[in-house]
């Protein structure tokens, strides 16, 4: 599924124009995305959370010339399912 369809499900789910699905969903996904950029943890009980991981820097490899590089520290976000979703599916 993705966002297109999304908006549509909303759309007949429940029973607004898709400009309005469109903007629900805008909102949602923008307020995720706001909320991970500042540090927080998302969490949609029964479905998933999302969280955002911090590496350390570390010395790495460039592939093609095998020379040694320095990774910056990063921040990525993460996603773990909730049992809920697990259960339904795994059947």
């Not at 479905?47 to 955002?52: A, E, I, P, Q």
Request: hydrophobic share 35%; aromatic share 10%; with cysteine.
């Amino acid at each position: 599924m993705n966002k297109l369809e999304l908006i549509s499900a909303l759309k007949n789910e429940a029973d607004i124009s898709k400009s309005e699905a469109a903007t629900v969903v805008q909102i949602f996904f923008d307020s995720m995305a706001d909320a991970l950029a500042e540090g927080e943890r998302v969490e949609i009980r029964g479905l998933c959370s999302f969280y955002v991981k911090e590496y350390e820097s570390y010395t790495g490899r460039n592939p093609k010339t095998g020379e040694k590089v320095t990774i910056k520290p990063k921040r990525l976000p993460f996603f773990k399912s909730g049992k809920e979703l697990k259960e339904r599916v795994d059947y």
